[in-house]
């Protein structure tokens, strides 16, 4: 059974830095994308960033666009998000997800059409 191992959270103040990686574990896995979504207290998870395998398309959520970049490692099968310019508000849990098969653009932005996930990994942004 593949899983989704993340690291690098912590805790930064506001207008640090963090890298979060995740890669697969546990298998062989081949993924259409893989992405990032994050979830604070009180609130429902929400997208942060999904990156395409064929083609390197990326997304962003408009909270973290010009802050956040995600990328890739081919060889290592796995994906990071940079975050630079950390604010408050991006406090909060982040999890990895992969999707193994097409879907558009759109449907992305919804943790409904991934099939993987990781455990998360606790981002805490002092002010």
């Known amino acids: 059974q593949v899983q989704l191992v993340e690291s690098g959270g912590g805790l930064v103040q506001a207008g640090g830095s963090l890298r979060l990686s995740c890669a697969p574990s546990?298998?062989?896995?081949?993924?259409?994308?893989m992405g990032w979504f994050r979830q604070a207290p009180g609130k429902e998870r929400e997208f942060v960033a999904v990156?395409?395998?064929?083609?390197?398309?990326?997304y962003y959520a408009d909270s973290v666009k010009g802050r956040f970049t995600i990328s890739r490692d081919n060889a290592k099968n796995t994906v990071y998000l940079q975050m630079n310019s950390l604010e408050f508000e991006d406090t909060a849990v982040y999890y990895c997800?992969?999707?193994?098969?097409?879907?558009?653009?759109?449907?992305?932005?919804?943790?409904?059409?991934?099939?993987?996930w990781g455990q998360g990994t606790q981002v805490t942004v002092s002010s």
């Open positions: 546990g298998g062989t896995f081949s993924s259409y994308a």
């Open positions: 997800a992969a999707r193994d098969t097409y879907a558009s653009g759109r449907s992305l932005g919804r943790d409904s059409a991934y099939n993987y």
């Open positions: 990156l395409t395998w064929n083609g390197g398309s990326t």
